[in-house]
């Protein structure tokens, strides 16, 4: 079964400071998407960025970059620059592929970060 | 604006007293879905919806009814709520939903007590 582990229940970063959090999956399916929420105390589900299996190059979205390393099956999200509005939950999600060709959003447990001044 | 909705944010009720979480979205999506988050758990899938009509159980779908009977609309219904089923719950949309890599779209959630 496919699964995604992000084994940092918690971190801390200073302010204006660069912070990886990680996430490896497992999955046996040649093609996936990776995925990164922020969700902050306020609750919503923020969508931050994708990486797809194919992909050549890691993706960037401002300060957000997905170091994605498929061999050891993992995506961690590097934040640059850390902003006190930075500090959140984040979940590292998989598409997994269904039966009938559907898909659906697998996520793991999330680390909290926290962005100290 | 393009956005999920859903009602009501915040909801207290007792064992076994039925109630619906609604959920609309504006963005003429085809994939719904709705997941429950638990401390420690993630995000957990409990059913979706390609389309109209159309529903498959997630994860966790136990205790749990859904209907699509118009593609914005996709209600949760839990029949007889049990303190197992106080959770915050997602709804989420996405353009497609088949093999595709758009993202979901989530509301801002329902945070249920069941006492």
């Known amino acids: 079964a496919q699964k995604i582990t992000q084994t940092q229940p918690g971190m801390f970063v200073q302010e204006k400071e660069a912070v990886t959090l990680d996430c490896t999956y497992d999955t046996s399916d040649p093609s996936y998407g990776l995925f990164w929420y922020k969700q902050p105390s306020s609750g919503e589900m923020i969508f931050l960025i994708y990486q797809g299996s194919y992909d050549q190059q890691n993706a960037t979205e401002g300060r957000y970059s997905l170091n994605f390393q498929k061999a050891r099956k993992s995506a961690n999200l590097v934040i640059s620059a850390s902003q006190l509005g930075d500090s959140a939950m984040y979940f590292c999600a998989m598409r997994e592929l269904l039966s009938g060709g559907y898909n659906k959003l697998i996520f793991g447990a999330g680390t909290r970060l926290a962005v100290h001044p | 604006e393009a956005q999920v909705t859903q009602n009501p944010r915040y909801l207290i009720t007792v064992t076994g007293k039925k109630l619906t979480v609604t959920c609309s979205q504006n963005?003429?999506?085809?994939?719904m879905s709705w997941y429950r988050q638990d401390p420690g758990l993630g995000l957990r899938q409990i059913y979706y919806s390609m389309n109209v009509e159309v529903t498959d159980k997630g994860d966790v779908p136990e205790g749990y009814k859904v209907s699509r009977k118009e593609k914005r609309n996709f209600p949760l219904i839990l029949e007889s709520p049990s303190p197992n089923q106080t959770s915050l719950y997602f709804c989420?949309?996405?353009?497609?939903?088949?093999?595709?890599?758009?993202?979901?779209?989530f509301g801002n959630g329902t945070r249920l007590t069941v006492t």
């Open positions: 963005m003429n999506h085809e994939y």
């Open positions: 989420a949309s996405s353009l497609r939903g088949q093999g595709d890599n758009s993202p979901l779209h």
